[in-house]
């Protein structure tokens, strides 16, 4: 355990600012589930946050180099676990993806996958003898990716799957890429397209057909995207109020609790809200940046990294499908859409950062 000289040494802007995302995230769940089935979610979503801090503290006073140690069986582990879900585990929309647990709840393993890929990927990386990665590296790295990314895909969950190729991918351009090496991925990537065209469900095509024209299909796969810039349009420059957002309240934007929280959010808060929203995830990418260059070792570096690599990438899908820039996966933003095991594995992630600062402390 970490024993730190003050509890000033632990990164109070990163936890503020997480709680003031979480916060507004409570209030648009509140505003968008008012008078439906899903109307205790709100109070559940604090449930989640209090869990999410209690848990991000306990993370934050274990020695990361000791998570590192553990990885690869906590990586086992965790195939161990998505394997399970596909032979047991919960089915929803035509998704098998949750574990069942006491009390009705139920917890996504696949979240909680993308904690120990980042302690993959850096303990990884970090022992690499190189300054660079060679081509073998990359090999090996892409190997312990794949193999979670294809169970993954079986629930199936495209969304989640590709959240941890970013997480290889965002290590390997920390670690320093070579450009040759970067040009041989991209063919591969070309070549690979096809093969993986015909893995995806139908539906799945569908969104990426709708994505280059909604329009196609209105009533279909377009609905979604058609709906949510409908409702960002509509809020103009101050929004039109809590639980006054006329897309949100009359239920034409689907799910608007969870994948597309924000489209709500933008109704009712206009952009001045989307711009303080936005704002607040910057200051929050930027803390966790800081305490990556004043991470003590390579390791601690690719971890804070990783972790914000991540939460980038959640947020630029979330927001581009939001607005028709990006293919709708069900990718959720961080912090705000309701889900229990979103929110515990961002609040470890950043206890993961936390725990990384806490190192320059220790006596």
Known sequence: MINYRSSRDLDWPLLVLALAISGLGILQIYSATAGTIWGDTWWKQMLF?????????VIARIDYHRLLEAA?????????????????????FGSQ????????????????????????????????????PTLRDLWKLGALVALPMALVMKQPDLGTSLTYAAIGGAGVFFAGLRWQHAVALALLFVLVLPVGWTL???????????????????????????QSKIAVGSGGMWGKGVARGSQTQLRFLPVAHTDFIFSAFAEEHGFVGVAVVLTLYFLLLMQIVQNAQSAPDRAGMYVCMGVGALLLFHLLVNVGMLVGRMIVTGVPLPLMSYGGSSVLTVFMMLGLVNNVRLQRFVN
């Open 200 to 226: 995806l469900k139908d539906y799945q095509k569908a969104r990426l057909i709708s994505f280059l024209n909604p329009g196609s299909d209105p009533l279909g796969s377009g609905y979604q995207v058609i």
């Open 97 to 132: 993806r949750w574990i069942p647990l006491p009390g009705g709840f139920t917890f996504q393993i696949s979240e909680f996958v993308k904690l120990i890929l980042i302690l993959l990927a850096a303990r990884y990386l970090s022992e690499l003898r190189g300054d660079r």
């Open 72 to 92: 690869p069986a906590l990586y086992l582990g965790g195939l161990a676990l998505l394997l399970a879900v596909l032979l047991f585990g919960r089915q929803v």
């Open 49 to 57: 946050v209090v869990a999410g801090l209690a848990a991000m503290h």
